[in-house]
């Protein structure tokens, strides 16, 4: 790329390898016109010397019969004179090298002169002069040092099958949270959510396991319905409380619900989005009891009918921010606010949450088992997997993005825009899978960056 300081030493080191290659043809055909020329000039001596051997028996043959000869030497013949202009043609002109210290003007030189011999410098210019097997042994040589992070056929259709596996898995498994009508439409849902929420089932869990935590674990955050805040928090109802109530949310809640609890407060989202602390009568506790009574109201929550929302999930409420979907027949887009309720209030909970794992689990599953596999079949070291770990968080990016990209196409296509058909867990799984690759990639840039500058500075210290 121009302006890449590699792309510049690489321009560099092409330039070199030219001139170099150049030089070296011109010793070649030097050594090889040299040798021509002495063989011609002992072949040229020997007949010299024949002649004068000759020429001195007809000198003396001509004294003894008294003719004079002339001592004067016959000029020599004349020899060829070689114009300027073939002399300036034959001659080989060695490039001015800036010795200033002007990198610059160095790289100028060399991408006008690897242009002249026309290389692409759009791409890498050493692959282009350098023979194969020196290109070879130098990427063997940079792969043992910073690692291989190319990619082959297996590779690429490894995250292919992984994210394809994956869509298909959305599709049947996960579906949406239950069988529901959708704009005239009947679809089914995940026959896994029904299992994991199977009334009977449910309530004989909540019985034996988490009924006892309801009396323990009394919390200022769960009114059930706008009147219960003082009429502070609109569209605030039974069925829905939880999702507005961020105490509930699986993940905010150790910061709200806690935070609620110590200062026996109740913080809500409104059916406008907006964010409001209603004060109650309910005594502040410290922070440890405030960590054990969350724990153990979510617990109590998790397996009634209503379910506890997905992590994060409150979130969608905040603000008026227009959604992509219409849940009416008017065809009208409405708020995410909107969206989220109706998503929650059909079966959207925790449980279907953990049903949506799955699709994320099979994309890690599949890539890092054939990461780990392909490792130790080839007799990878876990040293030589820390330096090309990046390539798995690529590997892994792609897997996810493929994922996600299906649960979109999943949503418009199979099901009609239905937002319940969403896969919120696979959404979720591209910001740790973005992030993971950012920091290999800046961290692998950083080593990189640092064998440069430590080759660049014996180079000058040579010098």
């Given at each position: 790329?121009?302006?890449?300081?590699?792309?510049?030493?690489?321009?560099?080191?092409?330039?070199?390898?030219?001139?170099?290659?150049?030089?070296r043809?011109?010793?070649?055909?030097?050594?090889?016109?040299?040798?021509?020329?002495?063989?011609?000039?002992?072949?040229?001596?020997?007949?010299?010397?024949?002649?004068?051997?000759?020429?001195?028996?007809?000198?003396?043959?001509?004294?003894a019969?008294?003719?004079?000869?002339?001592?004067?030497?016959?000029?020599?013949?004349?020899v060829?004179m070689v114009?300027?202009?073939?002399?300036?043609?034959?001659?080989?002109?060695?490039?001015?090298?800036?010795?200033?210290g002007?990198?610059?003007?160095?790289?100028?030189l060399?991408?006008?002169?690897?242009?002249?011999?026309?290389?692409?410098?759009?791409?890498?210019?050493?692959?282009?002069?350098?023979?194969?097997?020196?290109?070879t042994?130098?990427?063997?040589s940079?792969?043992?040092e910073h690692?291989?992070?190319s990619?082959?056929k297996?590779d690429?259709?490894?995250?292919?099958?992984?994210?394809?596996?994956?869509?298909f898995?959305d599709?049947?498994?996960v579906?949406?949270?239950?069988?529901?009508?959708?704009?005239?439409?009947?679809?089914?849902?995940?026959p896994?959510?029904?299992?994991?929420?199977?009334g009977?089932?449910?309530?004989?869990?909540?019985?034996?396991f988490?009924?006892?935590?309801?009396?323990?674990?009394?919390?200022?955050?769960?009114?059930?319905?706008?009147?219960?805040?003082?009429g502070?928090?609109s569209?605030?109802?039974?069925r829905?409380?939880?999702?507005?109530?961020?105490g509930?949310?699986?993940?905010l809640?150790?910061f709200?619900?806690?935070?609620?609890l110590?200062?026996g407060?109740?913080?809500?989202?409104?059916?406008?989005?907006?964010?409001?602390?209603?004060?109650?009568?309910?005594?502040?506790?410290?922070?440890?009891?405030?960590?054990i009574?969350?724990?153990?109201?979510?617990?109590?929550?998790?397996y009634?009918?209503?379910?506890?929302?997905?992590?994060?999930?409150s979130?969608?409420?905040?603000?008026?921010?227009?959604?992509?979907?219409?849940?009416?027949?008017s065809?009208?887009?409405?708020?995410?606010?909107?969206?989220?309720?109706?998503?929650?209030?059909?079966?959207?909970?925790?449980?279907?949450?953990?049903?949506?794992?799955?699709?994320p689990?099979?994309?890690?599953?599949?890539?890092r088992?054939?990461?780990?596999?392909?490792?130790?079949?080839?007799?990878g070291?876990?040293?030589?997997?820390?330096?090309?770990?990046?390539?798995?968080?690529?590997?892994?990016?792609?897997?996810?993005?493929?994922?996600?990209s299906?649960?979109?196409?999943?949503t418009?296509?199979?099901?009609?825009m239905?937002?319940?058909?969403?896969?919120?867990?696979?959404?979720?799984?591209?910001?740790?899978?973005?992030?993971?690759w950012?920091?290999?990639?800046?961290?692998?840039?950083?080593?990189?960056?640092?064998?440069?500058?430590?080759?660049?500075?014996?180079?000058?210290?040579?010098?």
């Amino acid at each position: 790329m121009p302006g890449d300081p590699l792309a510049a030493a690489a321009a560099v080191v092409a330039y070199q390898a030219v001139t170099l290659t150049e030089l070296r043809n011109l010793f070649e055909q030097v050594e090889f016109d040299l040798k021509d020329v002495l063989e011609r000039e002992h072949r040229v001596s020997d007949s010299l010397d024949s002649v004068e051997s000759e020429f001195d028996v007809v000198r003396a043959r001509l004294q003894a019969m008294g003719v004079l000869m002339s001592t004067q030497e016959s000029p020599s013949a004349a020899v060829p004179m070689v114009s300027d202009e073939t002399t300036r043609r034959l001659r080989y002109c060695v490039p001015v090298v800036p010795t200033d210290g002007d990198f610059d003007g160095l790289v100028k030189l060399a991408e006008a002169r690897l242009d002249r011999l026309g290389i692409d410098l759009t791409g890498d210019p050493l692959q282009q002069v350098l023979p194969t097997s020196q290109v070879t042994r130098s990427l063997r040589s940079y792969a043992a040092e910073h690692g291989d992070i190319s990619w082959d056929k297996t590779d690429w259709t490894v995250v292919l099958v992984a994210g394809v596996v994956a869509t298909f898995l959305d599709i049947i498994l996960v579906s949406i949270p239950k069988d529901s009508t959708f704009l005239g439409e009947r679809y089914s849902g995940s026959p896994l959510t029904k299992w994991l929420q199977d009334g009977n089932r449910a309530e004989d869990i909540h019985h034996h396991f988490f009924k006892k935590f309801e009396k323990l674990a009394k919390v200022p955050y769960d009114a059930p319905t706008t009147k219960a805040t003082g009429g502070l928090v609109s569209g605030m109802r039974p069925r829905t409380h939880r999702l507005q109530s961020l105490g509930h949310d699986p993940a905010l809640g150790f910061f709200f619900g806690v935070a609620d609890l110590m200062h026996g407060t109740g913080t809500y989202i409104d059916k406008a989005g907006q964010l409001v602390q209603v004060a109650t009568d309910a005594d502040p506790i410290d922070l440890i009891s405030a960590l054990i009574t969350q724990v153990r109201h979510l617990l109590s929550d998790v397996y009634t009918p209503a379910g506890l929302q997905p992590p994060l999930f409150s979130l969608l409420q905040l603000g008026q921010v227009h959604s992509p979907f219409a849940l009416g027949p008017s065809g009208v887009k409405v708020p995410w606010t909107d969206v989220a309720r109706y998503m929650y209030t059909n079966g959207y909970d925790l449980r279907h949450f953990f049903t949506m794992g799955i699709t994320p689990g099979v994309v890690s599953a599949i890539i890092r088992g054939y990461w780990l596999l392909k490792s130790y079949a080839t007799g990878g070291t876990a040293a030589q997997r820390k330096l090309e770990h990046a390539k798995l968080t690529s590997m892994l990016l792609l897997g996810h993005t493929i994922a996600t990209s299906g649960t979109l196409l999943k949503t418009g296509l199979l099901f009609g825009m239905n937002p319940a058909a969403l896969n919120y867990n696979q959404i979720l799984a591209m910001a740790p899978a973005i992030i993971a690759w950012f920091k290999e990639a800046i961290a692998r840039d950083h080593r990189i960056n640092l064998a440069l500058e430590t080759e660049w500075k014996t180079l000058l210290a040579e010098a």
